[in-house]
């Protein structure tokens, strides 16, 4: 397995974890982010979607697809520029413009 494939799918098992916990423990999760808990079926919905995104990314990186490896490479660094900007808005406690309603 190369070393791109292993870190998608390292993501994959990450994904499928928290798509996990989001079916089984949603309110567990919210309160880490600051959330209040519900009884909504949408978080359960969203822990679904990502389960089925984990098992596409980790059957994507053990079968070496090279179009899936090339797409997120190109995705990695915008989303690591919106990572770091949400979270240096969130210590400032601020809140960032797209999180507005």
Do not use: C, D, H
């Not at 190369?2 to 974890?17: H, K, Q, T």
């Not at 423990?25 to 822990?47: C, Q």
């Amino acid at each position: 397995m190369s070393n791109s494939a292993r870190s998608i799918f390292v993501f994959g098992l990450y994904v499928a974890v928290l798509g996990i916990m989001l079916i089984v423990v949603p309110n567990f999760l919210l309160k880490a982010i600051s959330r209040t808990s519900t009884t909504e079926v949408w978080i359960r919905v969203v822990g679904l979607l990502l389960l089925y995104l984990g098992f596409y990314y980790t059957q994507a990186a053990r079968k070496e697809i090279s179009a899936v490896q090339n797409n997120l490479n190109i995705l990695r660094y915008p989303l690591k520029l919106l990572a770091f900007w949400t979270s240096f808005a969130r210590f400032q406690n601020q809140v960032p413009i797209f999180f507005l309603n």
